[in-house]
């Protein structure tokens, strides 16, 4: 298994993602963004951070990195991208992910850990956790606030595309248990051939004890059980 | 050529910035303000750019069409 993560000027979470991702079996490279190839992974991560300072908007100028051409090539090849934070949000500016995200309802940059319920496992980056399942994995973002207009909600909704919604300790998708204002408190999305996911919430601080949750392992044990099927097959 | 290009949220999306600003603009002692959006503008200098060009780059790169809406204003 072969994974990479993508750094670009203002990653900060790319250190902890490569970690994981080697705690976890993956050969792991990283790769700079003025790289033009992002070829020959099983698996790209697109990690949190503040990229370009996050100017003009978050994501919008990671988006036209060199590599990105590549991980939107190897995308469309079905390979599994997965976008963490800011990751998510250049998935979306990119057009890969659906809906944009904007800034936080209370304005607030929100650190703290947050309760997600899984709404569909049928995909590579859930697929080791039962629909329902309550995750705590930490948030830690000044505009996770996500937005798509009513039409592409409905699309989302009706592909079962939402992969996880911010909930309360009991799985009730609640307002009260919204931390950031996202519409219908998605959390996570993934794309209509379910190979891209992008979350705001960070599963790469939540893999080990001593830092309080380990719920975050459940997207890395479905990435493993996911490539371990299709090696088998 | 110089040109400015004017950036709001779209009407359909909740803006939290203009929202914190209305707030502040009711305590500083004007209770009547009704909305406020927050958007950006950014003045372009640019040699041999035209217009059609420059509209791609407003929908591209300078806003997102998702939650934004553009004006560009030329000034030849």
Redesign the interface.
């Known amino acids: 298994m072969r994974a990479a993560v993508i750094r670009f000027p203002g990653s900060n979470c790319d250190q902890d993602c490569h970690f994981v991702l080697r705690e976890f079996g993956f050969a792991t490279d990283y790769i700079w963004h003025k790289e033009s190839s992002a070829a020959g992974y099983d698996l790209i991560v697109l990690p949190g951070g503040f990229s370009y300072g996050d100017y003009?908007?978050c994501g919008?100028?990671a988006r036209?990195s060199p590599v990105m051409k590549s991980v939107v090539e190897q995308a469309g090849r079905g390979v599994l991208v997965l976008g963490i934070c800011n990751g998510f949000q250049i998935l979306?500016?990119s057009g890969l992910l659906?809906?944009?995200l904007?800034?936080?309802?209370?304005?607030h940059f929100i650190c703290e850990h947050v309760r997600l319920r899984v709404e569909n496992s049928a995909n590579p980056f859930l697929r080791a956790a039962d629909v329902g399942r309550v995750l705590r994995v930490p948030i830690a973002h000044g505009e996770g606030?996500y937005?798509?207009?009513s039409k592409t909600l409905s699309v989302l909704n009706a592909e079962q595309r939402v992969v996880l919604r911010y909930c309360d300790a009991a799985g009730g998708v609640t307002p009260g248990a919204n931390p950031n204002?996202s519409v219908e408190n998605i959390a996570g999305i993934c794309n209509e051939r379910r190979n891209v996911f992008g979350l705001m919430p960070h599963p790469e601080r939540a893999c080990d004890p001593k830092l309080l949750s380990v719920d975050g392992r459940a997207v890395f044990d479905s990435l493993v059980m996911t490539l371990a099927n299709s090696r088998a097959a | 050529m110089k040109a400015k290009v004017i950036v709001m949220p779209k009407q359909s999306i909740l803006d939290p910035q203009g929202v914190a600003v209305r707030e502040a603009m009711r305590h500083h002692g004007l209770p009547g303000v009704k909305s406020v959006r927050v958007g950006k503008m950014l003045e372009v200098e640019v040699d041999g750019a035209d217009e059609g060009k420059m509209h791609e780059i407003c929908r591209d790169l300078l806003s997102n069409p998702v939650i934004e809406d553009y004006t560009l204003v030329l000034e030849k």
């Open positions: 003009l908007r919008a100028i036209f979306c500016e659906p809906g944009a904007i800034r936080n309802r209370d304005m606030n937005t798509a207009d204002g």
